[in-house]
Each structure stands twice: as structure tokens, then as C-alpha cells.
T-cell receptor, first 116, second 115 residues
């Protein structure tokens, strides 16, 4: 069974640009969550999607958005990039919904975004 | 809301020695508890989790963690470490009734195994 696939693995963008990251969950998983990992702030929850609907959102500005498609694949978009957006962006998929989703979260390898 | 404190940012230990990575949490609701491991340039892998029942949980590679409700702790231990255990370890919690913030992680502890 294939794991969570995130593309691209590495990305370099310029300040002010926008970027789209992709996450393909494990087959059959309908819940997808996104996290930002930085040396200063650690791992922070961005948002969660289930059945194409955003269920939860972390404390991030509106420049960070996402969506989920009918095949459960998810994308996140960051507009007007800032230097501080440089981070490892991790996606996690789960077969469960609600509180149990965290108990069965499988993470991808992440997309390393560098903003210059 | 929940918070997680990992008391040590870095723990150096000699190969074959025992190790303990400390984790304390704060929450107004009952929680599930997790330890994840991250190797360089990799995502997170679940090491072990406490959902309910026995407070001592074990992983397949020799790690164990004990849930202590009175001390709100979930320390990770291994009696004898190997070079391959060198990695970043994250403690995490999730509210029993779900919540708006997904998994809440600690800042991580870098376990450095010295030969």
C-alpha cells in the first residue's frame, strides 16, 4: 500500500509569489491535515479536510488556503509569500473522522519550501 | 486547548546506554498521547500512542512510554539505544473530543547517540 505522497519535495520561490503544494493520501483515507514545521515555531496545525470540506483551521493568516478534491487529494496554497513562510510543510492522512483521526495519522515526507 | 512541553531540546547519550525523553502536557479535556520520530529529511513516523487502558505502551523497536495522569506526563524511554535511534522525537496530544487544532506537538528533542 503506497504511503502519503507529497509533491514537490523541494521548492524555491521568491517573496510575493504564490505556491501550491500537493498531497495524495493513502488509498481509502478521506481525512487530510496539513502542518507547518519551522525551527522556531516547531510543528503547527494549518487545516484539515474531510470529504472536500474544511473541518478545522489553525491560527494562520488568510494567505494560507487549501482544498480537497473528490478523490481525497488535497492542495494547499500560499499567496504573497513571505520569507517567514520558509518551512517544511507536512501532510497527514487518516481513514477516520473526528477525534479518532489523530490516532491513525500517517505523514508524508513533506515539501521543503524556501522563500528568497 | 492543549499544550506540550518537551523539557530537553537535545539529549546526548552513549550507545547501549538507557535514555529518557521527557514530555509534559496541559489540557482541559482528556487527551490521546503520541510519540513521533523524524529522521533527517523525512516526515513523521508514529512510534507509539496511548489511547486508553494500560498506561504503559510499547513500540516494536524497544521504546516504551508511560502515561501519568497525575503528573500530566508521557515520558519516552529505551533501556539500550543504538546509533540508528539518532533522530528528532516529538511528543503530541490530541483532545479526546477532537478539537480545532489537530495534533498539538512539542518542540522536539534531538536524540544524539554517541559511539
Amino acid at each position: 500500500k503506497a504511503g502519503v505522497t507529497q509533491t514537490p519535495r523541494y521548492l524555491i520561490k521568491t517573496r510575493g509569489q504564490q505556491v501550491t503544494l500537493s498531497c495524495s493520501p493513502i488509498s481509502g483515507h478521506r481525512s487530510v491535515s496539513w502542518y507547518q514545521q519551522t525551527p522556531g515555531q516547531g510543528l503547527q496545525f494549518l487545516f484539515e479536510y474531510f470529504s472536500e470540506t474544511q473541518r478545522n483551521k489553525g491560527n494562520f493568516p488568510g494567505r494560507f488556503s487549501g482544498r480537497q478534491f473528490s478523490n481525497s487529494r488535497s492542495e494547499m496554497n500560499v499567496s504573497t509569500l513571505e520569507l517567514g513562510d520558509s518551512a517544511l510543510y507536512l501532510c497527514a492522512s487518516s481513514p477516520a473522522q473526528g477525534p479518532l483521526r489523530a490516532t491513525e495519522a500517517f505523514f508524508g515526507q513533506g515539501t521543503r519550501l524556501t522563500v528568497v | 486547548a492543549q499544550s506540550v512541553t518537551q523539557l530537553d531540546s537535545q539529549v546526548p547519550v552513549f550507545e547501549e546506554a538507557p535514555v529518557e525523553l521527557r514530555c509534559n502536557y496541559s489540557s482541559s479535556v482528556s487527551v490521546y498521547l503520541f510519540w513521533y520520530v523524524q529522521y533527517p529529511n523525512q516526515g513523521l513516523q508514529l512510534l507509539l500512542k496511548y489511547l486508553s487502558g494500560s498506561t504503559l505502551v510499547k513500540s516494536i523497536n524497544g521504546f516504551e512510554a508511560e502515561f501519568n495522569k497525575s503528573q500530566t506526563s508521557f515520558h519516552l524511554r529505551k533501556p539500550s539505544v543504538h546509533i540508528s535511534d539518532t533522530a528528532e522525537y516529538f511528543c503530541a496530544v490530541s483532545g479526546y473530543r477532537g478539537g480545532a487544532d489537530g495534533l498539538t506537538f512539542g518542540k522536539g528533542t534531538h536524540l544524539i547517540i554517541q559511539p
